[in-house]
């Protein structure tokens, strides 16, 4: 809760699942789909884990999952995949690695009046772990994420849901090689990345794709001190865009590989980074959030760091 600056626990997923990917519907319900759950087969039980292609929905306002709720399995099994909101309600499953670890570049939309899942078309490059955004023009945004390899990419591409077409934006800059956060801002409507950065540094860098959508400005770059930067891949927690700035939560500790149990608040207006005053009850080196954007309360941009 921004309002308290604590944490409290809600009501554990019906079923375990990591690597999963979230979204919020029309009606602010919040969809958790695919990611990696316990293992059904022979195959999956030597392996440790299988591939899911459930969803469930948490409903915030009573706290609950709703476990009668009617959302269909997606067409497809994903993990490390990327869930966004059209501006029409559809929801966007977008690629991800498939149950037999093959990166994936389909997608696929749950039409919430018919609750199924239909195929569209695919990315032009298999990813898993990347960025996304849908802009105020309705357009899809996807950057970074990594390959089959877990080389971390920097191509960019855009969705337009009118005529489900993908066309190619410019290159991400190297700084944010491999992002995985990815949001709109609400100043301005642009679509912003936060990567990697460079290797051995705790500097993250912030870059916009400009209104006319042939490059990318930088926004800030800010040195989180206590977070590990180029651990890769969903060890760098979670990057949630809140009105004034963002919040890291989670991921790996500098030079520690330890994950963390702490949050960072970035206020853009004066370049600091401040401590979350409460920690997490878990730590989490792999933290999944869903994207909004809250007002910070005054007194949380007066803590030291």
């Known amino acids: 809760s921004l309002a308290t600056m604590k944490w409290t626990l809600s009501p554990p997923l019906p079923t375990c699942r990591s690597d999963a990917a979230v979204c919020t519907d029309v009606n602010g319900m919040l969809i958790v789909a695919g990611g990696d759950t316990l293992p059904c087969t022979e195959m999956h039980i030597e392996r440790g884990w299988s591939v899911t292609k459930t969803t469930t929905v948490f409903n915030p306002r009573s706290l609950a999952w709703e476990l009668d709720a009617h959302t269909a399995e997606m067409q497809t099994e994903r993990t490390t995949l990327s869930l966004v909101r059209c501006n029409t309600g559809r929801v966007l499953a977008i690629g991800g690695c498939d149950d037999n670890e093959e990166v994936l570049a389909s997608v696929e939309g749950l039409d919430p009046q018919a609750a199924q899942w239909q195929r569209l078309e695919p990315m032009k490059r298999p990813r898993h772990s990347f960025a996304t955004g849908c802009l105020p023009s309705g357009q899809i945004v996807v950057a970074g994420g990594q390959d089959k390899f877990g080389n971390f990419l920097q191509f960019a591409e855009l969705y337009d849901p009118a005529d489900n077409t993908w066309t190619s934006l410019p290159n991400i800059p190297d700084l944010c090689r491999g992002a995985q956060a990815g949001w709109v801002r609400e100043a301005d409507g642009r679509f912003c990345v936060c990567g990697l950065g460079s290797t051995g540094s705790t500097v993250r860098s ?13 926004v800030w770059e800010v040195d989180f001190e206590r977070r590990e930067h180029d651990t890769g891949g969903s060890s760098c927690g979670a990057c949630v865009p809140v009105r004034g700035g963002c919040l890291l939560i989670g991921g790996v500790g500098a030079g520690s590989d330890l994950p963390l149990a702490t949050g960072d608040f970035l206020d853009e207006d004066s370049g600091k980074v401040y401590h ?30």
């Open 206 to 218: 912030c870059y916009a794709l400009s209104h006319s959508l042939d490059r990318w400005q930088l």
């Open 276 to 305: 979350l005053p409460n920690p997490l009850h878990y730590s989490r080196r792999w933290t999944y959030c869903s994207h909004g954007v809250p007002l910070i309360p005054s007194s949380a941009r007066h803590r030291d760091s």
